[in-house]
């Protein structure tokens, strides 16, 4: 069997590493593959040494179509655009095509979208929710749900001991994800920690990451002695390592495989009750849930949690249990048997 992956994002976010996972697993199975993306897409880089792997360019949804995919079996389109190329290119080769929709943004309701949708041989929601934006789209899709995985974030001993020597006996509050607050309300999270500083000087609030709004919240931040802004890294887990509690605000979300990470460390998780969060978090069993937006919510939230070394015990525990059932070998494992599904007819 052979595959041909579309991905035509810029970065490198959730729905790039979740991309990757899935062609390192599929590779491991055996399978052959080609992703098309962009010259310069990091995915590039990040699956260089993917055996069975090949690459071809598209800068945009019309180009690197034509000749060259004689080998491939199924197209699997992973975002937006690489939803339209997908559907281009089945129009001149006759081949089979699935679409993975990773947000919970409602869809473009032009012809185009619409017929990509409707044509396409499969659409996997990452979780229930996505599933349900999905049916009161479109009527007669093939709508299944497989959720993301989370791949190994190893943590390295010489900088783990490094932190925690920095960050000593203060209260380590953690947050994972790119720099851009109407997707995951960071700005909730800094008026949180200005709520909580005078009660609890002992916190301290640490945002992994870089995005557009950057600037925005380090101006925010400013003069908040208990925030700290630590930029992007290829190790999160030397931070998740130390982190006493993963706070995760976003005003909406596809799954939040940030979460699962954070739970695969052991990290006691706080999240909000939108999108596909609950399919993960369980409200007072493996975390808690709050209102989106809610600052005040969020800041009662981590001094409860603080208080309570009982249930960040609980949470722990439940967490990895958790993560554990969100590997890359059963998302492998499912959608290959979707592709064979397919195939067979």
């Not at 999108?275 to 007072?284: L, N």
Request: glycine share 8%; aromatic share 8%; net charge positive.
């Amino acid at each position: 069997m052979h595959i041909t992956h579309i991905n035509l994002a810029r970065g490198f976010a959730g729905g790039e590493r979740q991309t990757a996972l899935l062609i390192g697993k599929l590779s491991e199975l055996g399978l052959g593959q080609c992703l098309v993306c962009k010259k310069d897409s990091p995915l590039r880089t990040f699956l260089k040494n993917t055996p069975g792997l090949s690459f071809r360019k598209a800068q945009n949804m019309f180009s690197g179509h034509g000749f060259g995919f004689k080998k491939t079996d199924l197209f699997h389109a992973h975002e937006a655009k690489a939803a339209h190329w997908a559907f281009l290119e089945t129009r001149i080769c006759k081949k089979p095509y699935v679409i993975t929709r990773r947000v919970p943004n409602p869809l473009k309701r032009n012809r185009l979208t619409t017929t990509a949708y409707q044509r396409a041989d499969a659409v996997v929601a990452i979780s229930t929710t996505i599933k349900q934006i999905l049916s009161a789209y479109a009527a007669g899709l093939n709508l299944s749900v497989i959720p993301s995985a989370i791949g190994e974030l190893p943590s390295r001993p010489k900088n783990v001991s490094r932190l925690k020597s920095r960050y000593g006996d203060l209260f380590v509050v953690g947050h994972i994800g790119t720099l851009r607050d109407r997707a995951k309300g960071q700005t909730n999270l800094i008026e949180a920690a200005e709520i909580l500083n005078a009660k609890h000087p002992g916190f301290h609030f640490v945002f992994l990451g870089k995005g557009e709004d950057e600037r925005m919240l380090k101006s925010r931040a400013e003069g908040i002695k208990n925030i700290e802004f630590a930029g992007f890294t290829e190790y999160p887990g030397d931070y998740l390592a130390v982190m006493d509690l993963f706070a995760f605000p976003s005003p909406d979300e596809g799954l939040g495989s940030s979460i699962l990470d954070a739970m695969a460390y052991g990290v006691p998780v706080i999240a909000s009750n939108v999108g596909g969060i609950p399919d993960i978090v369980r409200h007072e069993q493996n975390g808690l849930l709050i209102p989106p937006r809610n600052s005040r919510a969020l800041a009662d939230a981590i001094s409860k949690l603080y208080e309570s070394p009982e249930s960040r015990r609980q949470f722990s525990a439940e967490g990895r249990a958790t993560a554990a059932s969100f590997s890359p070998e059963a998302m492998g494992e499912r959608y290959l048997d979707l592709y064979r599904k397919i195939l067979v007819g």
